[in-house]
């Protein structure tokens, strides 16, 4: 999935919620749409994020481009699936799947440095 304005605009009159999850079909980063598009958490998301056009010429943003193949949801890397191409990673990543942590409410995100 890659955000775009319209998911955006179509996040908050469906249930005002939002959520993300990387191709091998894990949600990683989920909350209201303006927590996740305006504080956005995990890595993943934070990438896809930096990829959205913005309109306003007088605002830059840094595109965050991740190196690497995606991973096959037949045989994902252990640990955090995101590891093999998140900026982010470190040595603890490849061992354990990051376990959910509720910032908020109604946000959750799996990312071990939230
Ligand atoms: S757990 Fe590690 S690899 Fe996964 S998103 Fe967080 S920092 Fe990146």
Same mark, same amino acid.
């Given at each position: 999935?890659?955000?775009?304005?319209?998911?955006? +605009? !179509?996040?908050?009159? !469906? =249930?005002?919620?939002?959520? !993300? =999850? !990387?191709?091998? @079909? $894990?949600? #990683? %980063?989920?909350?209201? &749409?303006?927590?996740?598009?305006? %504080?956005?958490?995990?890595?993943?998301?934070?990438?896809?994020?930096?990829? #959205?056009?913005?309109?306003?010429?007088?605002? @830059? $943003?840094?595109?965050?481009?991740?190196?690497?193949?995606?991973?096959?949801?037949?045989?994902?890397? +252990?640990?955090?699936?995101?590891?093999? $191409?998140?900026?982010?990673?470190?040595? %603890?990543? &490849?061992? &354990?799947?990051?376990?959910?942590?509720?910032?908020? %409410?109604?946000?959750?995100? $799996?990312?071990?440095?939230?």
């Amino acid at each position: 999935m890659h955000p775009t304005p319209r998911h955006r +605009s !179509l996040a908050s009159p !469906l =249930g005002r919620s939002a959520w !993300l =999850g !990387l191709p091998i @079909r $894990r949600i #990683v %980063d989920q909350g209201t &749409a303006a927590e996740v598009f305006d %504080d956005p958490r995990h890595p993943y998301t934070k990438a896809l994020l930096s990829a #959205v056009p913005v309109v306003d010429l007088g605002q @830059r $943003r840094e595109i965050i481009r991740l190196d690497g193949d995606m991973s096959s949801p037949a045989d994902p890397p +252990s640990g955090c699936h995101f590891h093999p $191409r998140c900026p982010e990673s470190t040595p %603890d990543c &490849a061992r &354990a799947y990051p376990a959910a942590t509720r910032p908020s %409410d109604t946000r959750e995100v $799996r990312y071990m440095r939230v």
